[in-house]
């Protein structure tokens, strides 16, 4: 295992994972939604200022994060086949070590990433409706 920089080679293989994960973390939004706004998640997450990788033994990248500009996680992405095996936590246990202030927004309805972000201390800062789908995302702030 290892966690290291994406490299821009790795772009389809990133967001191929992004669908996937995203799809079967979200179910309770409609699977076509991700695959209209595949072109703004591949702005999105190609293009942020620290994206980092998770791959196995075999260099097959199973899991990656994204911090932009703005210290703000706009993912931690799992292969669901490979869930549960603190591929998450190693991820963000990583970018903590680089951060004093991260945040992060997630769908109310999303309640293991909720779960997940409060055990690594996100703590809920406000809520909002994303425009784009209506659903109600909370705002949540980890300071070191």
């Known amino acids: 295992m290892s966690i290291r920089r994406m490299e821009k080679s790795e772009s389809y293989e990133i967001l191929d994972l992004w669908m996937r994960s ?11 939604f991700w695959q209209k706004h595949y072109t703004v998640a591949k702005e999105t997450y190609l293009n ?4 980092f990788v998770y791959a196995d033994d075999n260099g097959k990248i199973i899991g990656f994060i994204c911090v932009d500009s ?8 799992v292969d669901p086949e490979h869930e549960n ?8 246990n990583f970018v903590k070590e680089s951060y004093t202030m991260l945040n992060m927004s997630i769908y109310m309805k999303n309640k293991n990433t909720l779960k997940f972000a ?13 425009p784009i789908n209506g659903e109600i995302q909370y705002t ?3 300071t070191e």
């Open 22 to 32: 995203f799809t079967h973390g979200n179910s309770f939004i409609e699977n076509d």
């Open 118 to 130: 409060s055990y690594h201390g996100f703590l809920i800062d406000g809520a909002v409706r994303d």
């Open 140 to 142: 949540m702030i980890w």
């Open 48 to 51: 942020e200022k620290d994206n």
């Open 70 to 77: 703005a210290n703000a996680i706009r993912g931690v992405f």
């Open 85 to 92: 095996q603190g591929i998450g936590t190693a991820l963000m």
